[in-house]
């Protein structure tokens, strides 16, 4: 029936980028690297919304006049042309130095239309109309596009985009066979343009919606009252033959915008690392140890490390006639009165990352009190430094961790009551810690703090991997079907 369109192989090639791509000094402290498999994902997604997005569409009337044997000049009009459904047999997506190329073919497409004709003669005028279904084959469609960072934001430029059309078939309900014929033989090549066409300036429109989803991205994510992330995107996407890496300045801001950033610099290796389990998983986001220093160094400016220890199991610590033995010139001084204890972290804690372990430095003083007669007397103070050791690990989208303490010094400061025997104050520190510090810390901990993905992403099957520096997540993704990508903002919760 219809004769099949030549197959035109396209330009979808890479087109050398015209875009300079601006070399920056800029770090990044987190960055993500997008594997073949999340890159399918991606892709997949993207055409499984476009199409949803675009359906059905609606192309312009034709209209066209026709000689017809032995019928003569017929004026046949199409209209309500609708492309009802679309569907893609297979993709691809390739990523390369200039760009990322998608193609979608063997794509069909259902469509519907009126028709209608009129002819007039010396004698008779004629008129009739009626619906018919065109079937489109073998469809191919395809876009190449750059993407670059502009001033901190991604932005997408559209390279290349087009849509082939190889064969349709015209199903006509009503008419006679000759109107039949003659609307194929007509408008073949008429609604092979206007699909193409329309397709075509769908794709354009879609990128360019897209491009200003990207641009509207927020560049800090607030995790809570006192931190914020900073999201601005450093540099521009790195595309290699199987993944594209994006960086983001990924430090921890105060949400008062007190900066930290510039207290970093750091050597970055030069090379993309892609630890080999990210070969099976889709996204892989690498946290660089100054991350977390950099939530540390907020929280301490913020003078959020200080506490008053109320909630200790030993009871008996918190009141002289506990210390009798102890420091018996306490009991001495102030008999049966309560204590407190206030703990403040003296620098903001270091996080180190290495191959097995993260464990973090903390210094700070712990200052014992006396509530003598309604006063407060600070009687002496002893500095700790702490050891402890991390574990991180994923709960939903957020990364949380937790603390157990490895061993610590301390050491007397100053005291109003005499010499402590530092031996028996080490024990009571220990008790202090174990019982009020780290489970303190824990709680804060656990909630952790949310990965920047895209909303309504949500990780699957995550991994946690370390290495020199840096902590490394891989995972899956999954996109519940509820979500619609024209909100892509990223999500802001706590
Ligand atoms: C966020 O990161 C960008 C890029 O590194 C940097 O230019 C900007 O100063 C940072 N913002 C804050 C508030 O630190
Ligand atoms: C001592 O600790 C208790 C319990 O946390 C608290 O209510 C009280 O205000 C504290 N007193 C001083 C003076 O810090
Ligand atoms: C623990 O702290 C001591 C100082 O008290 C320090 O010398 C040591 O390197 C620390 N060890 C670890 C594993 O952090
Ligand atoms: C604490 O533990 C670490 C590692 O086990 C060790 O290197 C360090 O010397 C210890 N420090 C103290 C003060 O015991």
Redesign the pocket.
């Known amino acids: 029936m219809a004769h099949a369109v030549p197959f035109i192989l396209f330009s979808f090639v890479f087109i050398p980028a015209t875009i300079t791509l601006v070399e920056s000094n800029q770090q990044g402290f987190i960055s993500a690297v997008i594997s073949d498999k999340g890159l399918d994902f991606a892709k997949d997604l993207l055409i499984e919304k476009a199409i949803s997005s675009i359906i059905p569409l609606q192309l312009s009337d034709i209209e066209k006049s026709v000689k017809i044997p032995v019928i003569g000049k017929v004026k046949l009009g199409l209209s309500n042309i609708i492309i009802n459904s679309l569907d893609v047999a297979s993709s691809s997506v390739e990523t390369g130095d200039s760009g990322i190329v998608l193609v979608a073919s063997g794509a069909t497409a259902d469509m519907s239309m009126d028709w209608k004709y009129s002819y007039k003669t010396w004698v008779i005028s004629i008129s009739d109309k009626g619906t018919a279904t065109v079937q489109v084959e073998g469809m191919v469609v395809g876009l190449s596009v750059a993407i670059i960072n502009e001033e901190g934001t991604l932005k997408i430029v559209l390279l290349d985009c087009g849509c082939r059309v190889e064969d349709i078939s015209i199903k006509v309900d009503g008419g006679a066979s000759w109107l039949y014929q003659g609307i194929i033989d007509a408008f073949q090549g008429k609604i092979v343009s206007a699909v193409e066409d329309a397709i075509t300036k769908k794709l354009k429109e879609g990128i360019n919606k897209l491009d200003s989803l990207l641009q509207s991205l927020p560049k800090e994510m607030e995790v809570n009252s006192v931190v914020a992330l900073n999201i601005t995107f450093v540099d521009d996407p790195l595309l290699s033959d199987s993944s594209v890496e994006l960086e983001i300045n990924g430090l921890f801001t105060g949400v008062d915008g007190i900066s930290v950033s510039n207290y970093y610099y750091y050597h970055k290796e030069p090379q993309t690392f892609l630890p080999n389990k990210m070969s099976t998983k889709m996204v892989g986001i690498s946290l660089h140890e100054y991350v977390f220093d950099s939530a540390a160094r907020v929280y301490f400016n913020a003078n959020y490390l200080q506490w008053t220890v109320d909630q200790i199991p030993d009871q008996s610590i918190m009141n002289t006639a506990g210390w009798k033995y102890i420091i018996p010139q306490l009991y001495e001084q102030y008999p049966d009165d309560d204590m407190n204890f206030s703990i403040a972290v003296t620098s903001p804690p270091i996080i180190r990352i290495t191959g097995d372990d993260i464990y973090t430095t903390i210094d700070g003083d712990l200052l014992i009190e006396v509530l003598n007669s309604g006063e407060v007397v600070p009687v002496a103070c002893i500095s700790l430094?702490i050891?402890a050791s991390c574990s991180v690990e994923i709960h939903g989208n957020n990364l949380a961790g937790s603390i157990s303490l490895?061993?610590?010094?301390a050491s007397l400061k100053w005291s109003d009551i005499g010499n402590l025997h530092m031996n028996l104050i080490q024990a009571i520190m220990s008790t202090i810690l174990k019982t009020f510090f780290m489970p303190y810390l824990n709680t804060h901990l656990r909630r952790g703090f949310p990965l920047p993905l895209p909303r309504g992403f949500t990780l699957q099957n995550a991994e946690i991997i370390r290495h020199d520096s840096w902590v490394t997540v891989c995972s899956d993704l999954s996109y519940p079907k509820r979500y619609d990508l024209n909100q892509l903002p990223i999500m802001v919760t706590a």
């Open positions: 430094v050891n490895v061993n610590f010094t």
